[in-house]
């Protein structure tokens, strides 16, 4: 079975290519666009969660009820630790995975991180249905949840090196605006 590292062409994880990173609140893009992104550079692309619910057997939602969301996070660091040995990937982590920390430096200084900036609103109407399959938002309000993890998480998230606002674009346009930014 081909796996990140086994199905990477040797240009295509170049270490010595800069990572692209986005991060953002769940909902703002981060898969959709990563994987526009990656196809419109000629890079391979990494979703977090489906990287990590694949080696693991089992959903995001499942880690959580089963295991808690200190395990998952520490997968996210494990796998953050792997991706140092590659480069010129784009990647897509958890909502959450910037404001832990250690997880930033692993990847520093040769990635570009890139905020994908989106409110709480905006976030929950792009996930529509979706929002059931995120354990952090399986709540009684989770515009509120989402509110709440911006407030918990927007310094963080800061720290970027750039950030696209992606509210009212489409993941084509966002994607041409992420590319704008890396150029400047």
Request: aromatic share 4%.
């Amino acid at each position: 079975m081909a796996t990140f590292r086994t199905s990477q062409p040797d240009s295509a994880a170049d270490p010595a290519l800069p990572h692209i990173v986005l991060v953002g609140l769940p909902g703002c893009g981060k898969t959709t666009v990563g994987s526009l992104l990656a196809k419109r550079l000629g890079r391979s692309f990494l979703d977090f969660d489906h990287e990590i619910a694949r080696r693991e057997g089992m959903t995001i939602g499942e880690i959580f009820a089963q295991h808690g969301e200190h395990r998952f996070r520490q997968l996210e660091a494990d796998l953050t630790r792997e991706l140092q040995e590659f480069g010129n990937m784009v990647l897509a982590p958890g909502g959450g995975w910037m404001a832990i920390e250690g997880n930033v430096d692993l990847l520093r200084p040769q990635s570009r991180i890139v905020y994908l900036r989106s409110s709480p609103a905006a976030a929950l109407k792009r996930m529509g249905s979706k929002v059931s399959g995120r354990p952090l938002l399986m709540r009684p309000n989770p515009l509120g949840e989402l509110q709440r993890m911006l407030e918990l998480r927007k310094a963080a998230y800061e720290k970027a090196d750039r950030a696209v606002d992606v509210d009212r674009l489409d993941p084509q346009r966002v994607v041409d605006k992420v590319v704008g930014a890396l150029a400047s």
